[in-house]
Structure formats: C-alpha cells, structure tokens
C-alpha cells in the first residue's frame, strides 16, 4: 500500500513538473553570446555611421566618455553622423562579459582605427559598455574608452 502510494505521488510530482511553465529567460552563456555579438556589431554600425541603428540601440539616458569628454547620446549620434568621429575600424582583441541581473558589463581590449578632426588615429583601448535589459531588448547605457598605455595582444576577429 505505501509503495502504491509513494508511486502514484512520484507520478503526480513528474507531472507538474512536466506541465509547470517554463522559464523566459536564456541560459547564461547564451546571454554572453549574445551580448558579444551585439558589441561586435555594434562597432559596425559605427564604422557604417549606422546612426538609425544606433539610434536604437542606445538607451535614452545613455552616456559615452571619451578621452576629451562626456557625450550624452544625441551628441554622440551627432559626432558619429557628422563625421567628427569616424569609428573606422575596430580590432577586438578580448571581451569579457559580467551579467548581474538585468544589467551587463562587457569589458573589450580593442584597437581602434578613428578619423578625429580628419586625421587618422590609432590607439588601444578597454572599452566598457553598460547594457540594460528592457522590454527583453538590450540598450547600450554607457561606453567608457580608456587608453592603453600599450598595444593589447591577439585578436578575436577574424579579419
């Protein structure tokens, strides 16, 4: 009688189980994939001078801080459409990615090609970028470039 019991509660527990709802949210690694290829293409966009793209993308409250300043995002969309900063190309060496709720921090070494006032620059750079989930869409919240005293080494691109 107990085992009968026990089998038809075991049935019964297998069975909810199988008819609870499942989870809507991503595996972590799957997130970090994500997150990643949304940085790459985002460095294309900017090469592009994608700005409706961008424009998307970025979140409305977002900032961007760059050697010679602060830049809200309808000033950075601006510098980007003018062609005050040519994002021309980017080499991504590493990327590191941090998920702590709805919010992701993604480190990136990264050598960046740049037209700044006409004139053809190269530096390298950790670039950190800010996502936020919202309405199950990742928003760029900040980027942050920060100068590397040297060249990073390796490239995860495959250019």
């Not at 809507?24 to 690694?29: D, L, N």
């Not at 900032?63 to 000033?75: D, I, L, S, W």
Request: aromatic share 8%; proline share 3%.
């Amino acid at each position: 009688m107990k085992s009968s019991v026990l089998v038809t509660f075991g049935i019964l527990i297998l069975t909810f189980l199988s008819c609870a709802p499942k989870s809507q949210t991503k595996a972590v690694p799957e997130v970090e994939q994500e997150l990643v290829n949304l940085s790459k293409e985002k460095w294309e966009w900017m090469a592009q001078r994608n700005t409706d793209t961008l424009e998307t993308l970025f979140h409305d409250k977002a900032v961007f801080v760059h050697m010679g300043g602060t830049m809200t995002k309808e000033f950075e969309l601006g510098v980007i459409r003018s062609g005050g900063i040519h994002y021309k190309k980017t080499d991504i060496h590493e990327v590191s990615v941090n998920i702590m709720g709805t919010t992701a921090v993604l480190l990136n070494r990264i050598t960046l090609l740049a037209v700044v006032g006409g004139n053809e620059v190269t530096n390298p750079f950790e670039v950190t970028e800010v996502y936020v989930l919202e309405d199950n869409n990742w928003k760029l919240a900040a980027m942050s470039f920060t100068r590397l005293g040297t060249p990073p080494s390796g490239s995860v691109d495959e250019e």
